[in-house]
């Protein structure tokens, strides 16, 4: 078995459409001082740093180069991690395994995005050249094919998809380093926006936004020393799945990839009955049906049933399982850095650091990642060793 | 925190980007797109282990790690397995102009086949499209060798 | 300390100059079987795949995304590191360590041949300052080539006789790219790239891949009759702005082979390791990399060069498979270094054998003028 380890602190830099006032490098300098400052800590104490980073969105070849100086990666081991959207939660899961294998003591995760530098949607439509270059719509496109075979086999409604919505934008008024915060936002202004593919709206989709998120992993002792109630990583799991949109029919319905990644890092734990057992969950959203079949995925609800968590409420802040107390990717979408924000959002929650997003008395915190359409990351944190 | 700057006062360095790939084909896709542009015939190939008819064609079935080297006909009719209507600009990458919106695209199970295949529908109405709606495949005249040759799919009666 | 993790399986394609006769995922495919069936696992056997590659020089995001059929990463997990190979093997490592994986895959790809190499080297620097300036990976190679040989006294022809001993090795490699008989005066001869830098003094643009299987020691001792053992390994990030660094020294390797001797408990590595591969994408920088992996003093490497002491039949023989100069398909080049060194201490490395070789060492670099540095020492 591995060493244990744990995230002794996390930082976060406002995210939002366009940071002009700073460069990349300096976004990333932003977060990574965040998490120093909150794990108390100096570069110094730092061994090792993971980057995690989509680089064609900004155009910039091993990006990890250049804004490395940023993470404070001078002099030390470091290396860049992309996986599309669970970048950022990969990036995390290096960074676990940087300590847990025993060759690091102290290492830092930065995951980073800056949309305003570049083209997003022609960087995400790259895909096979032979094939979807020609015929597809970026990932909103995409999405809106599953989510028609998502609604046409669980009877998932537009208002329960809207209210998911609703839910995100105003847990994200709780977050101040949230993208898009809306108070007030309705179930009907949801409704009411722009149809980007049918059936999604553009109030329905995440943003693109630019904005770092850095953690920083400690073994055993250094955490204990250092932090009053770390949040150690009980599970780490990854699953990918086929590439082809066409191979994965009913996407969001079976997810396969989510599935059996939630299972084997349930078994890890000994979780049983989620939806009781984790108190707080960070889960990568990247539109609101997501969210409902992720549920479902989770095994949080019986298949079908995904649709009635959000109208019962019981994944808002006073429910049974809060999900995304932050706001989630739809309020926030760096896209290197949104799986790193689960991560650091989850081990806030365990810190007991969240403010006004704070659940009372978390233990136990699911956080999952998603990308490349059917990727799946998912890690359990918790306030115990063991 | 966001430093505290006018809007004029920011610089911004402009860059272009343009890079240029040649991406080999590999003999799978090669084989497709000229049965396509010779005979209009669209081909999958068939996993010898899970007997799964794949379209796009690949040499590997990535389920059963196999590699694939028997040859079917598949469509050109086929089942929308999905569908949506695109209403937002999009840079085509073919053209680098935004594509006419709104158009309809969906995931096409071709007859014959086991994967659904994404290309572009006819019909862009979404009250007009639906799951288990039978398409046809509307080749162009002159083909190219590329995936475009399939110019849409067309909704049939049967 | 014992151990902990072994090669157990290892494989790589030739290196040509245009692999346009089949895909990407085809070229992928047959190396991983290769490296499967040299391992004797099998997919099921698989708990974790690492793979390198960068979108840049794929020309697709996430390029990863189209290896998962061939890598057998269905319902498992893969990751990514976008640099050099030898970085995707220390992720690797760090799986089986970390116990959440007793066999793990190793894969990198790349294909030189699709993209512009040089055009996309330009998109490493700071878009502010360097890139608008126009450097690339020539043209900042050789700011770093002169910084270095103004510094020590290194003559163009001590460059020169880097590639002709590297060529002529490549004639025992059958997987190079390049390998031939060279002549200094062949060197001196070729093109002018960038001053002093010429045309014969670089490393071709290649296609190709390789894989390595890594095991944990239970695993490996039961399935390997000749598992090869990862002895050391470090790795160190140097300064992104040229001018912050001292380009004729280099403090990552130093740091990096320091930690790496340290693992290993190697004091004197010329002593004591038996043969080194490193990658020098320009003649220059195998000089100056075997200097800062401390096989001679600072200014030396020439001369140990000229002494024979680092070609095949020498004291340390440093790239006998022909290195980079042979090929260098970008980010596969650090893993291939990790499959020379494992062939050279199974004893199979063919006619360019050291002979008895038993502790070897594998280098990689990732951005310009080896701003990050991987060493890993392996031995049976």
Request: some cysteine; charged content about 20%.
């Amino acid at each position: 078995m591995g060493k244990r380890a744990a995230i002794i602190g996390t930082g976060q830099t406002n995210h939002c459409s366009s940071r002009e006032d700073v460069n990349e490098m300096e976004l990333v300098y932003e977060a990574a001082t965040a998490a120093l400052k909150d794990a108390e800590m100096t570069i110094k104490d730092i061994d090792a740093v993971v980057l995690a980073n989509m680089e064609l969105f900004e155009g910039r070849a091993l990006p990890d180069m250049w804004c490395g100086e940023g993470a404070g990666a001078f002099m030390k081991h470091a290396f860049k991690i992309s996986t599309g959207g669970t970048s950022g939660t990969s990036g995390a899961i290096s960074g676990y395994y940087h300590v847990a294998s025993g060759l690091f003591d102290r290492v830092m995760v930065v995951g980073f995005e800056k949309h305003s530098e570049g083209d997003a949607s022609g960087g995400m439509a790259l895909t096979d050249p032979f094939w979807d270059r020609h015929i597809a719509a970026a990932a909103i496109g995409n999405f809106a094919l599953s989510v028609s075979a998502y609604m046409a086999d669980r009877g998932v409604t537009e208002e329960q998809s809207a209210k998911v919505a609703v839910k995100a934008r105003r847990n994200a008024c709780n977050n101040p380093h949230a993208h898009l915060q809306m108070p007030d936002l309705t179930v009907k202004e949801v409704l009411e926006s722009p149809i980007l593919a049918y059936p999604v709206h553009r109030l329905e989709m995440c943003p693109q936004s630019d904005g770092a998120c850095a953690i920083i992993f400690a073994s055993e002792e250094i955490a204990k020393k250092r932090c009053p109630r770390p949040a150690w990583v009980r599970a780490a799991v990854t699953r990918h799945d086929h590439i082809y949109l066409g191979e994965v029919k009913n996407r969001l319905s079976t997810m396969r990839s989510l599935r059996e990644a939630a299972k084997a890092a349930y078994e890890i734990v000994g979780i049983k009955e989620p939806l009781k057992e984790f108190d707080v969950a960070e889960i990568y959203d990247p539109l609101t049906y997501a969210e409902i079949a992720w549920y479902e995925a989770l095994g949080f609800c019986k298949d079908g049933e995904g649709g009635m968590l959000i109208d019962g409420g019981v994944t808002q802040m006073d429910g049974e399982l809060p999900v995304n107390p932050s706001g989630g990717v739809i309020s926030t979408n760096p896209v290197g850095a949104s799986g790193t924000i689960r991560v650091a959002e989850g081990a806030l929650q365990i810190h007991g650091r969240g403010g006004k997003r704070q659940v009372p008395d978390v233990n136990l915190a699911l956080v999952t990642g998603y990308g490349v359409y059917c990727w799946s990351d998912v890690l359990i944190l918790s306030s115990k060793p063991y | 925190m966001r430093r505290e700057v006018q809007q004029e006062e920011l610089l911004r360095v402009p860059v272009h980007m343009k890079l240029h790939y040649r991406f080999p084909a590999g003999a799978h896709y090669e084989r497709f797109f000229k049965e396509m542009k010779e005979t209009g015939r669209i081909m999958g190939v068939r996993c010898p282990e899970c007997r799964r008819v794949l379209v796009p064609p690949r040499p590997v079935c990535g389920e059963c790690f196999a590699r694939t080297e028997e040859w079917v006909q598949v469509g050109p009719k086929g089942t929308v397995v999905a569908y949506t209507s695109i209403c937002f600009s999009f840079i085509d990458l073919t053209t680098g102009k935004p594509r006419p919106i709104p158009y309809g695209a969906g995931l096409i199970q071709l007859d014959g086949a086991y994967s659904a295949i994404n290309h572009i529908l006819e019909e862009g109405d979404p009250g007009k499209l639906y799951i288990g709606m039978r398409v046809e495949a509307v080749l162009k005249e002159k083909r190219e060798g590329n995936i475009g040759d399939i110019l849409y799919f067309k909704g049939i009666e049967e | 300390m014992n151990p902990q993790v072994a090669v157990i399986g290892a494989s790589q394609t030739k290196f040509e100059s245009d692999k346009g006769y089949e895909a990407i995922i085809e070229t992928v495919f047959n190396v991983v079987l290769e490296a499967m069936a040299d391992a004797g696992v099998k997919r099921d056997d698989l708990d974790s795949i690492v793979t390198s590659s960068v979108d840049l020089w794929d020309g697709r995001t996430a390029s990863n995304q189209m290896l998962t059929d061939v890598v057998g990463a269905i319902m498992k997990p893969e990751s990514r590191v976008a640099g050099d190979g030898l970085g995707a093997a220390f992720q690797g490592i760090m799986t089986i360590l970390a116990g959440v994986s007793e066999i793990t895959l190793v894969v990198s790809q790349c294909r030189g041949s699709m993209g512009a190499y040089y055009e996309i080297s330009n998109w490493v620097f700071d878009p502010i300052y360097q890139q608008t300036l126009g450097l690339d990976y020539l043209s900042a190679g050789a700011l770093q080539a002169n910084h270095y040989m103004k510094q020590f006294g290194i003559s163009q022809k001590d460059c020169a006789r880097v590639v002709i001993k590297n060529l002529r090795d490549a004639q025992n490699n059958p997987y190079a790219q390049v390998a031939r008989e060279a002549t200094v005066d062949e060197v001196m001869d070729s093109p002018m790239l960038a001053y002093p830098i010429k045309e014969m003094d670089v490393a071709p643009i290649s296609d190709g891949a390789c894989a390595v299987v890594l095991a944990s020691r239970e695993k490996a001792k039961a399935l390997s009759k000749k598992p090869i053992w990862i002895l050391g390994a470090g790795s160190c990030l140097d300064s992104h702005y040229l001018g912050d660094r001292d380009l004729a020294g280099g403090d990552a390797l130093i740091r990096a082979s320091k930690k790496a001797y340290g693992m290993a408990g190697i004091s004197d590595p010329l002593e004591e390791l038996d043969v080194a591969e490193v990658s020098a994408a320009f003649s220059y920088q195998e000089l100056l990399w075997t200097e800062l992996l401390g096989f001679c003093g600072r200014g030396e490497g020439a001369k140990i060069l000229q002494k024979g002491m680092t070609s095949l039949g020498g004291t340390l023989p440093v790239n006998p498979s022909g290195g980079m100069i042979a090929g260098n398909p970008v980010t596969v080049a650090g893993l291939t270094r990790l499959v020379e060194a494992v062939l050279q201490v199974r004893g199979e490395a063919g006619a360019r054998q050291v002979r008895g070789a038993r502790k070897a060492l594998a280098h990689g670099t990732t951005g310009c003028c080896g701003q990050g540095q991987y060493v890993m020492i392996v031995g049976n």
